[in-house]
């Protein structure tokens, strides 16, 4: 049973940082492709930032330049670190785990983690 359970969220005044972690139990951490994404009240759950298996990383052209997206894999933890924060970063955060084997893919999730950005 794969498990990711997503830790660090809380209240930020604006400009201020958070650091997110996630926390991947039941797997081989390593194979997969890891990714963020955040969800606001009343909007769709959008994807903010990756990091494949290899360590190559993306982001969100909105978090591009204040977010970094890392992994550990021997802690089986991938991290996000989140600087200069907003308003409209204000979300619930999800850990996303997807892995293709076998002409299918496997996606797990968390069950995420708030982050409220006010003053």
């Known amino acids: 049973q794969v498990q990711l359970v997503e830790s660090g969220g809380g209240l930020v005044q604006p400009g201020g940082s958070l650091r997110l972690s996630c926390v991947a139990s039941?797997?081989?951490?390593?194979?997969?492709?890891m990714g963020w994404y955040r969800q606001a009240p009343g909007k769709q759950r959008e994807w903010v930032a990756s990091i494949t298996k290899g360590g190559s990383t993306n982001y969100a052209g909105s978090v591009k330049g204040r977010f970094t997206i890392s992994r550990d894999n021997a802690q089986n933890t991938v991290l996000l670190q989140m600087n200069s924060l907003k308003p409209e970063d204000t979300a619930v955060y999800y850990c996303n785990g997807r892995r293709y084997s076998g002409g299918s893919w496997y996606e797990y999730w968390g069950q995420g983690t708030q982050v409220t950005v006010s003053s």
């Open positions: 039941g797997t081989i951490f390593s194979i997969y492709d």
